[in-house]
């Protein structure tokens, strides 16, 4: 807390009459045991976990001990600081509320005369506000020894080493939609960037142009013909036909004829020299 | 690939061959990021889980590469989950001189939450509540879950069927610890004496009164 | 804590203590879940990262952290990022046999540049690239390759002589197909692509007669 102050204790005068106008009168107001500087309420709101929490303040800041709370003046206390963050609007969550008619309601109890036969604890009506309390002062403490223990990541380091080096299990094969779905989501693209065009040219072409220049080397000619494979008649000729002139456009060839009308021959240009 | 294989600039020693055993349990410890069960550690050396022979035999090799790393930044530790390797406490704070991001501190709300599960297992949003004395909000519960520190593992059969929470193993492991006892006792509640009397307001306290105690419920009274 | 100190279990041998430089860094790259740069190595050891003295001593340091590893399960490595302790590829089966890893999923993007290979053969990375709009990472030029899927069938005349990428006899088979021609042909692709009332832009439909097309096997006749 940074902090709600409260000023040593003094006789309450009244806390029923004060009131507490912020924007017009000054906070001298407030009950001379009171004091909280008005920046720090919202800090308040945070500092305390709930009605319970705020409870556990104002008794051990007196030093008191819970099982022997004094109902009275902690009632009173409760219901200052309730009484000025109402007074300053600030929102208060509905279980300071509830809290504070409970302990009203305790306070009046005892007021009254209790019967001559119900003397033991049972009766007291602090004895379930002090099991809750204690109750919740043990979690408090325990989440406090929780939070100080060396936790993974905060004070402890797991030592670990990178596993990329090593062969993850492939992924399996695409299945031929998915690689179709895939396929007309770059067409969809494309698209939509009109200067880009993709045109449908033969598969079969472009395979042929791929397994030819497979099987060239740029060392050795082979005739041209033996690119041609009669056995699969007319239309596989004419695709590596096509697929020969592609390659041929795209300067991946070299042409050769040994002597005049020998075979016409062909090979895989030789790598060029890298420049620019 | 551009990774640059250090072992190329150290100087050429005798190769003194480690185990093979060893080696494979501390590679599979290394590749981990979480502890490796026992069962993992024998399936890795080829071991059935019900192979006699496996245990021991693993056991001693953990052993060893302990004794390796003695002098070492890092130790062989056990918890809930199984076996890792983890940076000596002492190195704690060049590590996290090292890492330019600070890990998030903890709310008071979550933890208590957080104790309260681990205590009070299996335990209702409602029984949270009511220890806490507010509302715990559905943020604390995601956050603790996701974190995989929290599970529902049942439903209490009252109206609305509402979820039984429990830590789980790698809260644990998280905190370094075994089991769930190894967590430090919770704070014992103190038996009740008899309160004592009190002026509540300058009443004089009525001794053995009969009258009629219902007027007590006023729930206005504020004086 | 539970956590078993096995270091009590270890021979007494003669303690040599390392110096505390290398330590701290394993320990820093042990606990390090990514590559770590050189500034944070240097922030670790308490250098400046202008710090002249900091540089070699660190690196000084990380070669003999390397040469430690020299006979172990991982191995000191340098990336673009930064160091980093990776488990060495030879255990690979026992580390999968421990801790299985589930199989990648294909990306999307590997996905669309399989099938521009594909369709497009031969054809270069940055014919791939223009027809996809992006960069194509070299990571899937190399899983494409690794997997037998795609393979450089001869290089593009023009300056830098880029390869020119196509499809393999694998692809083929774990496609399922006899021959690429059994791909279905583009124009029905374009058909799915050509939804009524959307905007195509500017591709280009071919009316009429495909004469390559026709010259080739028609893609539908399975023999």
């Known amino acids: 807390m940074t902090e709600a102050e409260v000023l040593e204790e003094e006789p309450a005068t009244d806390e029923v009459e004060w009131s507490c106008r912020v924007h017009g009168s000054p906070l001298g107001e407030l009950p001379a045991d009171l004091y909280i500087p008005p920046d720090a309420l919202e800090v308040f709101l945070e500092s305390f976990e709930g009605p319970l929490d705020l409870l556990l303040y104002l008794i051990r800041r007196q030093n008191l001990d819970i099982l022997s709370i004094p109902i009275a003046e902690i009632t009173r206390q409760y219901m200052a600081y309730i009484d000025v963050m109402q007074a300053l609007r600030l929102e208060l969550a509905g279980e300071y509320l509830v809290m504070a008619a409970l302990l009203a309601e305790i306070k009046s109890r005892m007021l009254l005369p209790r019967p001559p036969a119900a003397t033991d604890e049972e009766d007291d009506p602090r004895l379930a506000l002090i099991r809750q309390l204690q109750e919740y002062e043990r979690f408090k403490a325990a989440a406090e020894r929780l939070d100080a223990m060396p936790r993974l990541e905060r004070d402890v380091f797991h030592a670990h080493a990178a596993r990329d080096a090593l062969l993850a299990p492939p992924a399996p094969a695409p299945a031929l939609e998915e690689l179709l779905d895939a396929l007309v989501g770059v067409l969809r693209r494309a698209s939509l960037r009109a200067h880009h065009q993709i045109s449908a040219e033969a598969l079969s072409v472009r395979e042929r142009m791929a397994r030819i220049l497979e099987t060239l080397e740029h060392e050795v000619f082979v005739d041209f013909v033996n690119l041609l494979t009669v056995e699969e008649g007319r239309p596989g000729v004419v695709v590596a036909f096509l697929a020969v002139l592609e390659l041929s456009k795209a300067g991946l060839l070299e042409w050769g004829q040994g002597e005049a009308f020998g075979p016409i021959q062909v090979r895989r240009r030789a790598p060029a020299p890298i420049e620019e | ?223």
């Open chain 2, 1 to 223: 690939m551009s990774d640059v294989d250090f072992t190329a600039v150290g100087l050429v020693q005798p190769w003194v061959e480690p185990p093979e055993i060893e080696l494979v349990l501390e590679a599979v410890l290394f590749a981990a990021s979480e502890p490796v069960p026992m069962k993992d550690l024998l399936a890795a050396c080829a071991f059935g889980e019900e192979d006699a022979a496996g245990r021991p035999e693993v056991e001693a090799a953990l052993a060893r590469l302990s004794a390796h790393y003695r002098d070492r930044s890092i130790e062989l530790v056990r918890s809930a989950g199984g076996y890792r390797f983890r940076v000596r406490q002492q190195f704690s704070t060049q590590v996290q001189a090292a890492q330019p991001e600070r890990p998030q501190r903890l709310s008071r709300a979550l933890l208590e939450t957080l104790a309260i599960i681990a205590y009070r297992q299996p335990v209702t949003r409602a029984e949270i509540e009511d220890i806490r004395g507010v509302a715990v909000s559905t943020q604390i519960m995601r956050t603790l879950t996701e974190r995989g520190w929290v599970h529902v593992v049942g439903h209490k059969e009252v109206p609305g069927r509402p979820g039984l929470y429990a830590t789980t193993r790698v809260f644990l492991d998280d905190l370094g610890l075994g089991r769930l006892d190894e967590l430090p006792p919770l704070d014992a509640l103190r038996e009740l004496v008899d309160l004592p009397g009190e002026d509540v307001g300058g009443l004089p306290r009525r001794e053995g009164g009969d009258e009629d105690r219902d007027a007590g419920d006023e729930p206005s009274s504020r004086d």
